[in-house]
T-cell receptor, first 115, second 111 residues
Framework: DTGVSQNPRHKITKRGQNVTFRCDPI?????LYWYRQTLGQGPEFLTY????????KSRLLSDRFSAERPKGSFSTLEIQRTEQGDSAMYLC?????????????FGPGTRLTVL | GESVGLHLPTLSVQEGDNSIINCAYS??????FIWYKQESGKGPQFIID?????DKRQGQRVTVLLNKTVKHLSLQIAATQPGDSAVYFC??????????FGDGTTLTVKP
């Protein structure tokens, strides 16, 4: 296993379009997190899953954002009707739920540019 | 709510010197405090963490100090190397796993 992977790495879209990103976590990890990072700032928590259950969502996750993890493995993050303010790096991380749960392994991110 | 701030947005050190990166936080309810390193074009990488009931923890070339009285966290890097150049984030974590990140300190190591 080579770590957390995210696809695509870059996405350019026009305002109003829908986009979907995929995250494949480390296979034995049952926790999965989504963060958003803008230039010069730390990652902001969006949501997290334990297996297929979405346990917490940030108020940053407006109704245009939805995340799924249908089989407890990969996850998708969809943004509907994109706005220029959605331009950011979207990071996915995974961790175990054992004693090392707080050690989150991050993927390389998907950079979204909304024109 | 929680907030996390770093004292200096940038830090420049000479190769071989020790580096100290500081972080202040406002919420005392965090269970863990974590340091991450982020290199250009990559996601953050876990370095070390410390439980809220501890005040010091050492790793390989790194030491984290936690002062709960003044709500201050620091990361000390011994014998800083060029490969340590990156952005460093402190983060507060709960037992549920949600992490709140600060804005980062950019460490530049001069040869």
């Amino acid at each position: 296993d080579t770590g957390v992977s995210q696809n695509p790495r870059h996405k350019i879209t026009k305002r109003g379009q829908n986009v979907t990103f995929r995250c494949d976590p480390i296979s034995e990890h049952n926790r999965l997190y989504w963060y958003r990072q803008t230039l010069g700032q730390g990652p902001e928590f969006l949501t997290y899953f334990q297996n297929e259950a979405q346990l917490e969502k940030s108020r940053l996750l407006s109704d245009r954002f939805s995340a799924e993890r249908p089989k407890g493995s990969f996850s998708t993050l969809e943004i509907q009707r994109t706005e220029q303010g959605d331009s950011a790096m979207y990071l996915c991380a995974s961790s175990s739920s054992g004693t090392r749960f707080r050690e989150q392994f991050f993927g390389p991110g998907t950079r979204l540019t909304v024109l | 709510g929680e907030s996390v701030g770093l004292h200096l947005p940038t830090l420049s050190v000479q190769e071989g010197d020790n580096s100290i990166i500081n972080c202040a936080y406002s919420n005392s309810a965090s269970d863990y405090f974590i340091w991450y390193k982020q290199e250009s074009g990559k996601g953050p990488q876990f370095i070390i963490d410390i439980r809220s009931n501890m005040d010091k923890r050492q790793g390989q070339r790194v030491t984290v100090l936690l002062n709960k009285t003044v709500k201050h966290l620091s990361l000390q890097i011994a014998a800083t190397q060029p490969g340590d150049s990156a952005v460093y984030f402190c983060a507060l974590s709960t037992n549920a796993g949600k992490s709140t990140f600060g804005d980062g300190t950019t460490l530049t190591v001069k040869p």
